[in-house]
């Protein structure tokens, strides 16, 4: 186990200026034409995915405005860190509270995400006592990548090791959405030093748990509707993300529409307007973590980890997460929404639950004060 060495973003000119290259020379082609004027703010306008017009719109931003060097000293405002865990790099940030009353917050992302996603809400949690940490998933941005696909019990373990063994941590909790939230899961399930869990997603279903009532039952079926909707990048990722990865890693502009539809998908977005969210500049500092380590390759390969590495014993049927849980249900969330809390209980031990008002997938970078909020509500109810 390594000793943390400090780290900084710090990416050769030549890169950024090859991968603004390709997006000025990408070479445009059409997309289907209904001959009614679009309305990008509209879902069919996205229907058959990021709308030609608004891609072009973001690829002249790209080139003419889009300052990597300013997104670049954002991510360095915090410390970071690189350490190595069982032979592999995790890049983390690590933000000490001045007056650290309250135990350690370990926070991880998902896919599309990246440890952009939470710098707006380290601040505020480090102003109510705790440590914040942010590792970049394995394969995934300034981490180290994997030989072969891992799963997220497998980053669960190299997280845990980091924290109790490298940090020398004797407590925390942990928070995540998406795959964040499945890592969450695994470090409350496996890690001693886990004290408590907080999900904005649900990451843990435990073997036997199935819908019994008609409100879970119907829940159940929705969300089947919905993956069968928008789950073809899911099904593409976790069958044959080599194939995938030829045109993506070649194409800035692939990997920048195929990331932008997720985050216009997955949000609440008032009016379908993606831009009453997001920035510009939010949405291509975080698609350029991908381009800049060229990790998009790696970061997909999460999904066949998911099944090909089972990196450890099954879980027995009905083993449910004893430690305390505070669920954070969003709404804009439709596609990865939680089941009713009947059902999550069966999984988790539920102390603390809100079902916001607004907000999405992306939590902490669409809503970083509810997020903060319920968080900080969650540790004093769990008494952690």
């Known amino acids: 186990m390594s000793t943390p060495t400090a780290f900084k973003v710090e990416i050769a000119q030549d890169v950024i200026d090859g991968i603004i290259a390709k997006v000025r020379a990408y070479d445009w082609h059409e997309m289907p034409d209904s001959g009614e004027p679009l309305d990008l703010s509209s879902d069919a306008a996205w229907a058959w995915g990021t709308p ?3 891609m072009k719109e973001v690829a002249d931003y790209w080139v003419s405005q889009f300052d990597w060097r ?3 000293a954002g991510l360095n405002r915090f410390p970071q860190f690189k350490a190595n865990v069982d ?8 933000a000490r509270a001045e007056n650290p009353i309250g135990l350690p917050i370990v926070i991880t992302h998902g896919w599309p995400g990246s ?47 980091l924290l109790s063994e490298t940090l020398g941590l004797e407590a925390y909790i942990a928070q995540g959405g998406d795959w964040g939230s499945v890592v969450t899961g695994w470090l409350g399930y496996e890690a001693e030093a886990c004290k408590a869990i907080h999900l904005n997603m649900q990451g843990w279903v435990s073997p036997g748990v ?4 008609e409100e879970e039952k119907k829940s159940a079926e929705h969300a089947a509707m919905m993956f069968d909707l928008e789950g073809a990048y899911f099904r593409i990722q976790s069958s044959k993300p080599q194939s995938l990865s030829y045109a993506m890693m070649d194409s800035p502009v692939g990997q920048a529409a195929w990331i932008i539809e997720k985050f216009r998908t997955w949000s609440d977005v008032p009016g379908g307007n993606l831009e009453s969210v997001y920035t510009k500049d939010q949405l291509l500092t975080n698609i350029m973590i991908y381009l800049v380590t060229r990790t998009f390759n790696t970061a997909t390969w999460l999904y066949n980890g998911l099944f090909a590495d089972p990196s450890g014993d099954p879980v027995p049927a009905g083993a449910r997460i004893e430690k305390p849980c505070g669920i954070a249900s969003f709404p804009g969330d439709e596609i990865y929404h939680f089941a009713p809390r009947s059902q999550v209980e069966r999984s988790l031990n539920v102390v603390h639950w809100t079902d916001m008002t607004e907000g999405g997938h992306f939590a902490a970078l669409e809503k970083p004060k509810l997020y903060v909020d319920d968080l900080l509500k969650f540790i004093d109810v769990a008494g952690v």
């Not at 006592?129 to 590792?135: A, N, S, W």
């Not at 199935?210 to 009532?213: F, H, T, V």
């Open 70 to 72: 300013k997104a670049e």
């Open 87 to 94: 032979g592999i790099d995790i890049h983390f940030i690590h």
């Open 115 to 161: 440890v952009f996603e939470f710098l707006e809400v380290v601040e505020p949690l480090n102003a109510a006592g705790h440590d914040v940490i942010l590792p970049s998933l394995i394969g995934y941005g300034f981490s180290g990548k994997p030989k072969a696909p891992v799963s997220p019990r497998t980053i669960a373990r190299h997280t845990a090791k």
């Open 210 to 213: 199935a819908p019994e009532s």
């Open 52 to 54: 030609l017009p608004y």
